[in-house]
């Protein structure tokens, strides 16, 4: 566990890689223009620049606009996505305040407003800015998933799908790796100076607290998440970290080697739910099979809740706790099974899983979807993004515009389809709703060779339909939470039309017991002859 591993090193303070930033803070498309231009050094020179022209410590968008268009040659679109990309990870950090929901609540609306067909008035861009610092940081991990794509694993690179199926390595050990290998670089976009690397400069007590984006931490004594800053202006720790109480500064040199002594892998993790810190039990629906669904909500401190959801085969799992509300929910490797998420959560990662069903009924910001095929998706999130994903069906309500990454084909968008007694109350809390809704318009990041048409579209009226929750007090029958655009709701009611003439055709027959049992059997046949034609992939 990570935790005995900070006590054998004698020391009173733990430090890791957040998750947040990393699984979902990254945008997973390969424009070597852009990302080549992310490094430590040029950020470093944006950072100086924002500075001279009165751009600290809050960027503004215009400020952003701008470096984007002229440095980047990012379109405007793709400039907002990283903005607004952003502005998740602060939220999945630190919480959702007031300010902070009323800002989101704003860029909602005005989100919508664009999509209509209305520029957003330049004034309301205007107002928004970020944390300069902790910006630019979030800007530097873009460069992750290229560095993996250079050689053979090295100590900075992603580990391989096929090196992780050769040990107990999870997605925290590459942050980690990645994050202690790249630590100079971090430093050197944080010092003050702008001479030589990062050993030969000082950081500002801003600049540490800036690394609260990237590095959360605590004390042995304590479950509670503190800042970097807390943590390295301990007593005890001062004089390893490099602090001067009269300058109130760093020497970077001295505090680089102090985050490296103190990092770890979070002890609330996906690796410590691992090594068997977690629930005792987790509360599910599970069925009989192989799979394990693990969770620390009765452990970990509240906003290091999360729960991981892996290796189902041909099983049905349903969570319904409201102690998820600030949870993390990991989906991976599931294959043939149905997932029921019904209750509040806070973000939620689904990944390399195959013919699968996966009911979310809201998230307060992102869902990400990596490495799936045939996976049919019913969310209501802020967020969506998807890559390396084949012939899946999402079923959203989506306050922005889903985006398309890299390595995508044949995927399919249609309204949502589900509802369940509580839902409406769930989304209230995750500050969702139904009026706000931009299933119909993804947005594809970068260039694929097929065209669009072969990435993904609208469903077609006739493939929709209604998924009913199958758990007792939970369904809410023939109703979907949000209001259903016109061609599907005349489908719809063209299907309900088509079953009852059917029973009053039946009705009115006046046939015999035997005549009537004749007439189930073949109705039962060819229902189950369709099904299977349409639905067999499904099947578990």
């Known amino acids: 566990m990570a935790v005995s591993m900070v006590s054998e090193k004698g020391t009173s303070v733990a430090l890791w890689p957040r998750l947040e930033p990393f699984e979902y803070g990254i945008l997973h498309w390969q424009d070597k223009g852009v990302v080549s231009k992310l490094s430590a050094a040029y950020l470093k020179k944006f950072v100086l620049h924002t500075k001279s022209k009165g751009g600290y410590p ?17 379109t405007e679109e793709l ?23 009323a800002a989101m609540k704003k860029v909602t609306e005005a989100i919508t407003t664009l999509k209509a067909g209305s520029e957003i008035p330049h004034s309301a861009r205007k107002k928004m800015s970020v944390d300069l610092l902790k910006f630019v940081l979030f800007l530097y991990i873009q460069n992750a998933p290229r560095v993996s794509l250079k050689s053979s694993i090295v100590d900075d690179q992603w580990p391989s799908l096929e090196q992780e199926r050769k040990s107990k390595w999870t997605e925290e050990h590459s942050h980690l790796l990645y994050l202690t290998s790249h630590l100079s670089d971090v430093l050197l976009i944080l010092t003050h100076s702008t001479e030589g690397g990062a050993s030969d400069c000082v950081i500002t007590e801003e600049g540490v607290a800036a690394l609260d984006l990237l590095i959360g931490g605590s004390t042995i004594v304590s479950k509670d998440v503190c800042s970097v800053l807390s943590l390295a202006t301990l ?8 602090y001067s109480k009269l300058s109130k500064q760093f020497s970077a040199s001295s505090f680089e080697v102090w985050l490296k002594s103190h990092m770890t892998t979070s002890p609330h993790g996906i690796t410590s739910l691992l090594n068997g810190n977690r629930d005792s039990l987790a509360v599910v629906y599970k069925s009989d099979g192989r799979g394990r669904v693990l969770s620390n909500t009765q452990l970990a401190p509240c906003r290091q809740w999360c729960m991981l959801i892996a290796s189902l085969s041909k099983q049905t799992v349903a969570l319904q706790d409201d102690k998820l509300c600030c949870a993390h929910i990991r989906v991976q490797s599931c294959r043939h099974s149905y997932i029921y998420v019904m209750a509040p959560v806070s973000c939620v990662r689904v990944e390399r899983c195959v013919n699968c069903t996966v009911v979310l009924g809201a998230v ?11 996976v049919t998706m019913v969310a209501a999130c802020r967020s969506l993004q998807i890559s390396s994903s084949s012939h899946c069906k999402f079923h959203l309500c989506v306050s922005h515009c889903p985006l398309i990454l890299g390595g995508n084909s044949h995927l399919m968008f249609g309204p949502l389809n589900t509802n369940y007694h509580g839902m409406e109350d769930h989304m209230r809390q995750c500050g969702l709703n139904t009026t706000t809704d931009m299933w119909s318009t993804p947005f594809v990041v970068g260039d694929y060779e097929g065209g669009v048409s072969e990435v993904w579209k609208l469903m077609p009226q006739e493939m929709f339909s209604l998924i009913c929750i199958p758990f007792q007090g939970k369904s809410v029958e023939d109703e979907s939470i949000c209001e259903v655009s016109s061609p599907y709701k005349e489908e719809m009611e063209r299907r309900r039309k088509m079953c009852t003439d059917w029973f009053e055709l039946v009705e009115h027959a006046k046939l015999s017991n035997e005549q009537a049992e004749q007439l189930t059997v073949v109705a039962q046949t060819q229902f189950k002859a369709v099904f299977l034609r349409i639905y067999s992939h499904l099947i578990c």
Not at 93 to 100: C, F, V
Not at 364 to 374: F, I, L, Q, Y
């Open 58 to 74: 809050w960027l503004s968008y215009s400020q952003w606009l701008g470096f984007a268009k002229q440095k980047l040659h990012l």
């Open 79 to 101: 400039a907002w996505i990283y903005f607004e990309t952003y502005g998740f990870i602060p939220e999945l950090t630190d919480g959702l305040t007031e300010e902070k929901f």
């Open 235 to 242: 007593p005890s720790e001062v004089s390893k970290s490099g």
């Open 364 to 374: 307060r910001t992102a869902v990400v979807v990596n490495k799936c095929e045939n």
